[in-house]
Each structure stands twice: as C-alpha cells, then as structure tokens.
C-alpha cells in the first residue's frame, strides 16, 4: 500500500537546485554530518499540505475530490511571481532523530507568505482546510545532529509557478500533478 501526501509547493529552477545541493555539501563537511544532499529534484517550499491518503478505495476517492477542488483554487489564484531568499539555516529538533537541516528566513520570505495566504484564501473558498501555522523553509537534507538557529544569507529564486505534488511516502519520490503560472 502506498501512502500518499498531496502538497502544494514553490521549486527552483535547476540551476538553483544544483547551487543549493552544492551549499548543502559544504554545510555537510562545516558541520562534520553524515547526510547526504538532498536530491536536487526533491527541493521545494512547500505552501500548504492537503492530506495523507492511502491506496485504498475509499481514500482514493477522498484523494481525488481533494486534487479536484485544490486544482481549481490554484486555477483561480491570481498573483505574481514570487521571490524565495533565505537568510536563516537551522535544523527543527521536533523529533530526536533524522532532523531536517533547513533554509528558513524573516522578512526575507515575506512574499512567499503573502502569496501562500492568497493561495489558502482559493483554498478555502473551494471548501479545502487549511492549515495556519507556517514556518517557510526548504529542507536541504535530513541528520541526527542539530544545528543550531544561525544567520546564513543564501540567494534564492524567483518562483514562476505553483506546482501541486504527490510524495510517495517511504520511496522519497515526489511526483508533480499540476503547475499553474504566477503572473
């Protein structure tokens, strides 16, 4: 049975993808860690989680009225492109083992949270829940040692569509369903 998790999300053009993957290999020899990089397909903000679904029928089902309503909220959002910059790098300790070592930020990623807002908005007038609590990040890898909050400047990209993904939970596969423009 395979578990899905269908997410909306902002992802950098490869040439961004290949200079985070690059930072990541330097941050895994500053900080003496054992991951590896993530997989440079896999990079991505994500905006707003929709669920967890499984392969069976009933949930299916569920799944696909879910994918039907947020693809018409992301057909309805009107917004413009959006710059994705980070200043922060930290790891979120809410587990004790495989912490995601992230790229997050203040001010910086205030476009990124006024256009999640609009999205939400599309979200939630199409009937879909959304959640409020967000922390934009873009998690570079996953290891056990944490790495404290610490100021880290790091130039990103500017997002030119919203793309709605399927993670293929426990295969590390992210398979894209959907991208709308921003413009």
């Known amino acids: 049975m395979t578990v899905h998790a269908l997410f909306f999300c902002l992802r950098p053009d490869p040439g961004t993808a290949a200079r985070l ?3 990541s290999g330097e941050l895994v020899r500053r900080f003496g860690l054992r991951a590896k990089a993530a997989r440079i397909e896999r ?3 994500t905006l707003h989680h929709l669920g967890w679904y499984d392969d069976q029928t009933d949930q299916a089902e569920v799944m696909a009225e879910v994918r039907l309503l947020a693809e018409v909220a992301a ?7 959006v710059q994705v910059d980070f200043d922060q790098l930290l ?11 992230v790229l997050s ?16 908005e599309r979200l939630r007038a199409s009937g879909l829940r959304t959640d409020p609590h967000f922390t934009p990040h873009l998690t570079l890898f996953y290891d056990d040692h944490v ?6 400047i790091v130039p990103g990209w500017t997002a030119t569509e919203v793309l709605l993904m399927d993670s293929l939970q ?4 992210h398979v894209e369903l959907a991208r709308w423009p921003l413009a």
């Open 91 to 101: 790891s979120f300790t809410r587990k004790r083992r495989n912490l995601p070592l």
């Open 105 to 120: 930020g203040g001010a910086c990623l205030d476009p990124v949270r006024t256009m999640r807002a609009a999205l939400g």
């Open 21 to 23: 993957s690059a930072i």
């Open 170 to 173: 426990g295969q590390s596969t």
């Open 75 to 81: 057909a309805s959002l009107r917004h413009g492109p």
């Open 43 to 45: 990079l991505h903000v």
């Open 147 to 152: 790495v404290e909050p610490q100021p880290f």
